[in-house]
């Protein structure tokens, strides 16, 4: 009897150190998937999180090296959204990374693409947008101020319910008809 008690103590010894160890290793493999998302910046530069706005936002800011802001945006699968960027400043720019991607490249920079990036996201994703101040190019001064604007319902997304009420049934007043006049 003392030996089964003693191996039955043994083993539910061993399955509670199992399961703690578990459990650690789960939890450290979150954290780990949880430092991984979060982007390298540059120094000085500070990470701000934003949702997305049911109207239009407007971000300001200036792209002063070292006192910088970058934007991390999360976006859910079907969700439109266009980002634009302005600046007085020929050597501002603009560049947007998805951080669910492995690639290290941006996927929009209005420094090729223009200033307007008018994307329906794929899947649920988080972006990472990142006003710059070009560094290569001769220029004077060692920054400059920049504008966002992000519009979660862009007019082409507005058309799909005035298209909705045309086929909604009978009108108090129909359209003449063109044979009628």
Known sequence: MRVGAAVRAVLLGLSLTM????????????????QQQLPQLDRGEKLEKITLPAVLERLTGWTKFGKGKVYMLPLKKGQHV????SS???????????????????????????????????????????????RVT?????????????????????????????DQGPMLFPPRSKQGQ
């Open 19 to 34: 399961v703690a160890l578990l459990g650690a290793a789960a939890a450290h493999a979150q954290s780990d998937s949880q």
């Open 82 to 85: 266009r980002i634009t960027f």
């Open 88 to 134: 007085k400043s020929k050597y501002a720019y603009m560049a947007i990374f998805d951080l669910s991607s492995s690639e290290d490249e941006s996927f929009f920079g209005t420094d090729e693409d223009g200033n307007t990036a008018d994307v329906t996201v794929n899947e649920d994703t988080t972006w990472l947008i990142k006003p710059y101040y070009s």
């Open 138 to 166: 001769r220029r004077r001064g060692l920054g400059a101020p920049y504008e966002i604007l992000i519009d979660p319902n862009p007019p082409a997304a507005q058309q799909a319910p005035a298209e909705q009420q045309k």
